[in-house]
């Protein structure tokens, strides 16, 4: 589907243009969980943790609880109050403190997913 052509054209792009830095906007779109998972841990694991690679940073907003609850990289949450003011606050490593964003539902779904092994 749309997900998967997406995520193909954005490793593409990765591959030809060889960027530092990467900046994703809402990265999650027309992606399952499984594969918003697949992505980032292709993104994390192959691309910037090993030497040889030239991309050491991805940016990314999301409103998905999926990524927002990993505790593997830096998650801000970032509000617009009904003013127009912003701001923004670097959350902890602690699920406990990304989770309690999400309803009772949510949680138990969160709590059951596997953070993924610290690369090695």
């Known amino acids: 589907g749309t997900g998967i052509q997406q995520i193909l054209f954005l490793l593409a792009k990765i591959a030809e243009k060889k960027p530092r830095i990467v900046l994703i906007e809402e990265i999650e779109l027309n992606l399952s969980p499984k594969y918003q998972f697949e992505l980032l841990n292709h993104l994390l694991l192959s691309q910037i943790e090993k030497p040889e690679q030239v991309l050491k940073q991805v940016l990314f907003t999301t409103h998905s609880p999926v990524l927002c609850y990993r505790g593997d990289f830096q998650i801000?949450?970032?509000?617009?109050?009904?003013?127009?003011?912003?701001?923004?606050?670097?959350?902890?490593?602690s699920r406990d403190e990304i989770k309690q964003f999400y309803p009772d539902e949510l949680k138990k779904v969160l709590i059951e997913q596997k953070e993924p092994a610290a690369a090695k």
């Open 76 to 93: 801000h949450r970032v509000e617009i109050d009904k003013n127009g003011a912003t701001t923004a606050k670097k959350l902890g490593e």
